[in-house]
């Protein structure tokens, strides 16, 4: 079974600036405060196509995701791993992640895609972001039995989650608006 | 990247040890994706030598257990990178 939620989001900052902002979210030092389920992120792999202006990477995230006590019990570890592959193509200006599990794979996928672009109705100065999350308690785990509860406790996780993250990107954007300002003065 | 205890406890500061080679590619990479990448500037990759040092400094210290266990995943992962092999930089 699976389970998807989806989410819109309309950044009032132009797409450069956005998705600037998304490379910084987990790095800057103070936001690790407010995504303290982040502990690690590491950038594993990165290339350049120079001639079509295309940025591929891949970071390596490392989560704390405890969970619900009975499925603590189950799975015996609070830490999750996952895999985000990133492609910004700057020339027609999108941005496409895409994080998965790679640990306790044989319980549980979790797939959270999110696409950064310009908005339609202001291209040049919003930016809208659409967020897709899917869930599927793997069928035959020990985790089937309970799957609605643990996918509806999984699924309110990520809406809190991905509300802190919406917060940490509108400031690492206001700062950014901020720094741009100081240079052109 | 340990995953010990101790790395949550303390969630201000990375125990990492390639934390210090890290910061400063992503200082470098901020600057370049900022600046010039969505800019139009793509033309030349930059801020090489912080990432290599960065990288060897994680082939070092990342668990070799946990390594292999992303670059797998990263490998089953390459549909997304497929048709742009062309041009490795």
Request: include cysteine.
């Amino acid at each position: 079974m699976v389970k998807a939620y989806t989410q819109e989001h309309v950044y009032k900052h132009p797409w450069e600036r956005v998705t600037s902002a998304s490379w910084r979210k987990f790095a800057d030092p103070e936001n690790k405060r407010t995504l303290s389920h982040i502990l690690e992120v590491d950038t594993l792999n990165r290339k350049l196509d120079t001639r079509s202006g295309k940025l591929y990477t891949t970071r390596a995230l490392t989560i704390h995701a405890p969970g619900p006590w009975f499925v603590r019990k189950i799975i015996g570890q609070d830490i999750c791993h996952c895999i985000e592959s990133t492609v910004v193509d700057a020339q027609s200006k999108s941005m496409q992640l895409t994080t998965r599990n790679v640990s306790l794979q044989k319980f549980i996928e979790v797939e959270e895609k999110i696409r950064y672009d310009p908005h339609p109705d202001n291209p040049t100065a919003w930016t809208v972001c659409r967020q897709q999350t899917s869930i599927r308690i793997k069928p035959l785990s020990a985790l089937a039995s309970m799957a609605e509860k643990v996918e509806q406790k999984c699924a309110e996780k990520f809406m809190q989650n991905s509300v802190k993250g919406r917060e940490v990107m509108e400031r690492i954007c206001k700062y950014l608006e901020a720094e741009s300002r100081g240079i052109a003065l | 990247m340990g995953l010990s205890k101790r790395d949550k406890k303390s969630s201000s500061t990375s125990t990492s040890p390639c934390a210090h080679f890290r910061s400063a590619y992503h200082n470098c990479f901020n600057r370049w994706y900022s600046e010039k990448f969505v800019k139009g500037q793509w033309d030349k990759e930059e801020c090489l030598s912080e990432w290599q040092k960065y990288r060897a400094c994680l082939s070092e210290h990342l668990d070799d257990k946990q390594l292999s266990r992303f670059l797998e995943a990263e490998a089953a992962f390459g549909s997304i990178f497929q048709g742009d092999s062309e041009n490795p930089v």
